[in-house]
């Protein structure tokens, strides 16, 4: 069954440090998405990306978060400088259709330690 | 926006039934979603509801009343692998808002 791949598992990285978070949604579907859960807490929306663009962020997805589809298959968050609360699970989703009951189909998630 | 409740925790014992309940304020509504994490892995979909009444997927059932804002998962025939979380979570046309997590704790 295919499913949506993300690299790395986990990130260690500085404060103030950029990282990219990459991701390979299921090669046919057209909307896509990044969550994250803070450690114990729940799944945020931070951004929808649809059509090449941004259709929708959350206030989470400032101005040092963005996304970017540079090819085909890879889906990238880039965090600028990073803060210590940005250590969180980060998710990648993918939908197909996007029709209703089109369900969101999850990555294994990058655990981003920022240190 | 959406805001979703859910119990924080639930324990039940293998072989039980247990329900999941969740109460949903939002906007824009298309449906509701529930979907199982296990120790912070991914989380995977379990059912969704975008009609009023009962899905059935195997042990697993959801029920959304659009009218009352509420929805559940049933869960029958508990077995020691259900212990996770469970998340019911709000759908619009632009993305899934989720609840805050049920642990569900399954005891022999």
């Known amino acids: 069954e295919p499913e949506v791949t993300q690299t790395p598992s986990h990130q260690v990285t500085q404060m103030g440090q950029e990282v990219i978070l990459r991701c390979v949604p299921i090669?046919?579907?057209?909307?896509f998405y990044w969550y994250r859960q803070i450690l114990g807490q729940k799944v945020e929306f931070l951004v929808s990306f649809y059509n090449n663009e941004i259709s929708e962020k959350s206030e989470i997805f400032d101005d040092q978060f963005s996304v970017e589809r540079p090819d085909g298959s890879n889906f990238t968050l880039k965090i600028r400088s990073t803060k210590l609360e940005d250590s969180a699970m980060y998710f990648c989703a993918s939908m197909g259709e996007g029709s209703r009951n089109s369900p969101l189909h999850f990555g294994n998630g990058t655990r981003l330690t920022v240190t | 926006g959406q805001s979703l409740e859910q119990p924080s925790e639930v324990t039940a014992v293998e072989g039980a039934i247990v329900q999941i309940n969740c109460t949903y304020q939002?906007?824009?509504?298309?449906?509701l979603s529930w979907y199982q994490q296990h120790d912070g892995g991914a989380p995977t979909f379990l059912s969704y509801n975008a009609l009023d009444g009962l899905e059935e997927t195997g042990r697993f059932s959801s029920f959304l009343s659009r009218s009352d804002s509420y929805g559940y998962l049933l869960l029958q025939e508990l077995q020691m692998k259900d212990s996770a979380s469970y998340f019911c979570a709000g759908r619009d046309a632009g993305k899934s808002t989720f609840g805050d997590g049920t642990t569900l704790t399954v005891k022999p």
């Open positions: 090669s046919n579907h057209l909307y």
């Open positions: 939002t906007s824009g509504f298309y449906g």
